[in-house]
């Protein structure tokens, strides 16, 4: 079975056509700069780089570009259309009505469009890609895997802001967490490597990237995450400040007459390690100026390693005890002193890093604790997609072949969240 995956962005499609059984890529690609004179495409077909640049006004006109490759005589990895049996969408905000990935229909974008005003940045561009995938595979079954969903399982206690609860009511202000595919993916691939059932692990997951959130998992559910009612809470990122005062906020406002737009500018583009640094959002840039002695990259980094830390400390409360601490994304599976200085002093965690091991270069799954460490530290690349493609599998596979095909929509969201599905 062959899974389209489509990420859209607000003005891109990053896409991977992957076969389920034979667990491989087929192709996969960058659409950017969609509604420009030069979109720019890059994408890896069969082995071979194909870079084109042409006008591509929207996202439908992505798609069929992208299918007319992936169906090209020469280059393309599938003869017909329908070899294609599902569409896999990442969306990034379900709110509070999502738990787990569903299958796409005229009640579920309704609904996805109600969340755009908590993600004005994502959604829309999400619903596009939808709108785009299904006139262009009318027939074929459409699934939304949604950032938020893993989240759903927080406590209230910790996804509850202590502002005035009529808020939460009214708005919805709440906790959701970011980076939901992510976090799950890994602790399920580290509960594979440590040959144990996610069911009786405590973990602790690092997603770090340009974007960075931790997430404490407690039998399989994620109990805590940084993220907030945006992704702009928790860790320090690369232009986003992470946890801060809402007061200084206000205080900036006042103080600089800033309207809304740019204290939202000033807090998710401008802070985070390059408003510290002054350098570069890049943790790779901000390395370089430590080693030139450069103070405020050095500053930088600390803040950085320190909340990472701290929620580490945080996390290990709330779970318990720590079974496993994972480390992913550009930063987690590649900054070695990162990895040294985050776990330095951990030790009564039972977190013991082997540092030959850490410095060891390699881009698979790994333990990098010591033998006898009680906690373990894996680091373990982060596969959205192929997470989105198994998600998209497993919804497709119990309601299209198992049941009695696409049922109406009210009726499959309540299926949907039911507990079953989460088996
Ligand atoms: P995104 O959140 O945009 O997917 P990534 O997961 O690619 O981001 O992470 C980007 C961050 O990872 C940057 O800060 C970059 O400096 C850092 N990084 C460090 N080493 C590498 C590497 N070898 N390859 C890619 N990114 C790296």
């Known amino acids: ?53 042409d006008e591509v006004a929207n996202y439908e006109e992505g798609l069929k570009s992208i299918l007319a490759l992936l169906l090209d005589e020469k280059r393309g990895v599938i003869k017909d259309a329908s070899e294609i049996s599902a569409v896999g969408h990442r969306v990034v905000h379900g709110g509070e009505d999502f738990f787990h990935s569903v299958l796409i229909d005229d009640e579920v974008i309704k609904t996805i469009k109600s969340y755009i005003s908590l993600a004005p940045l994502h959604n829309p561009p999400n619903l596009a890609g939808i709108k785009a995938a299904r006139s262009l595979f009318p027939d074929v079954p459409q699934v939304a ?20 609860y009529q808020y939460y009511e009214k708005y919805k202000i709440r906790r959701y967490g970011f980076h939901g595919t992510s976090h799950r993916y890994i602790a399920e691939r580290a509960a594979k490597f440590l040959k144990k059932p996610l069911k009786e692990l405590k973990i602790i997951t690092c997603h770090l990237g340009n974007g960075c959130s931790i997430t404490a998992i407690d039998k399989g559910k994620s109990i805590d995450t940084s993220m907030g009612f945006t992704p702009l809470e928790g860790l320090v ?8 005062d809402a007061a200084a906020a206000l205080f900036l406002m006042e103080k600089e007459n800033f309207t809304t737009a740019q204290m939202d500018n000033l807090l998710n583009k401008q802070s985070g390690l390059l408003g510290i640094s002054g350098i570069s959002n890049d ?33 290990s409360a709330v779970l318990g005890g720590l079974d496993a601490l994972i480390f992913s994304a550009g930063i987690g599976e590649n900054e070695v002193n990162i990895r040294d200085k985050v776990c330095q002093g951990l030790e009564f965690l039972g977190v013991y890093l082997d540092e030959k091991k ?14 006898k460490s009680p906690a373990k530290i894996l680091v373990i690349p982060t596969n959205e997609e192929e997470m989105i493609a198994e998600e998209t599998w497993r919804i497709v596979n119990k309601t299209v072949n198992g049941e009695s095909g696409i049922v109406n929509s009210k009726k499959q969201t309540a299926r949907y969240n039911s507990p079953e599905l989460l088996k």
């Open 1 to 53: 079975m062959n899974i389209l995956v489509i990420n859209c962005g607000s003005s891109s499609i990053k896409y991977q056509l992957i076969n389920r059984e034979k667990r491989k890529v087929l192709a996969k690609g960058l659409l950017e700069k969609i509604g420009e004179i030069n979109s720019s495409q890059v994408h890896r077909i069969g082995g071979k780089v194909v870079k084109k640049q």
């Open 145 to 164: 895997v949604f950032d938020t969903a893993f989240h759903q399982t927080l406590p209230e206690k910790a996804f509850l802001y202590a502002l005035p």
């Open 237 to 244: 990122m690369g232009t986003r400040c992470g946890d801060v």
């Open 283 to 315: 943790l790779r840039e901000v390395q370089k100026w430590v080693v030139k002695g450069d103070q405020r990259a050095k500053l930088a980094l600390e803040v950085f390693v320190y909340r990472i830390k701290k929620y580490i400390g945080a996390y």
């Open 358 to 371: 850490n410095r060891a270069r390699s881009k698979a799954s790994r333990f990098i604790s010591t033998e």
